[in-house]
């Protein structure tokens, strides 16, 4: 079993920036890659970004590149999500994932085996 704790979420102007943190324990050493998953009132859950432990390959959603930046300290068994120049569409509830199992497709929801509670994240204009 793997645990995810996020934090970091909070209420920002357009414009700021926050970091996310998604801290695993539990049996993480099974764990292929992480991923970051928001979702708005009303909308889908949808990707944002994703790394994978052992090459730190990185993968980002079209929307924030060049906006958010993804990364890992495998010692703390921790994954961050920088997110600069944040627009009011970024507002939503921002999940952390783990997936135990090699993948593909990083932006696929049903490649991730555990879910975090989420963090809010609320960018205002």
């Known amino acids: 079993q793997v645990q995810l704790v996020e934090s970091g979420g909070g209420l920002v102007q357009a414009g700021g920036s926050l970091r996310l943190s998604c801290a695993a324990s539990?049996?993480?050493?099974?764990?292929?890659?992480m991923g970051w998953f928001r979702q708005a009132p009303g909308k889908e859950r949808e990707f944002v970004s994703a790394?994978?432990?052992?090459?730190?390959?990185?993968y980002s959603a079209d929307s924030v590149k060049g906006r958010f930046t993804i990364s890992k300290d495998n010692a703390k068994n921790t994954v961050y999500l920088q997110m600069n120049s944040l627009k009011p569409e970024d507002t939503a509830v921002y999940y952390c994932?783990?997936?135990?199992?090699?993948?593909?497709?990083?932006?696929?929801?049903?490649?991730?085996?555990?879910w975090g509670q989420g963090t809010q994240v609320t960018v205002s204009s």
């Open positions: 994932a783990a997936s135990s199992g090699y993948y593909i497709y990083p932006n696929l929801r049903d490649n991730y085996d555990y």
């Open positions: 790394i994978t432990w052992s090459r730190g390959s990185t």
């Open positions: 539990g049996r993480t050493f099974n764990s292929y890659g």
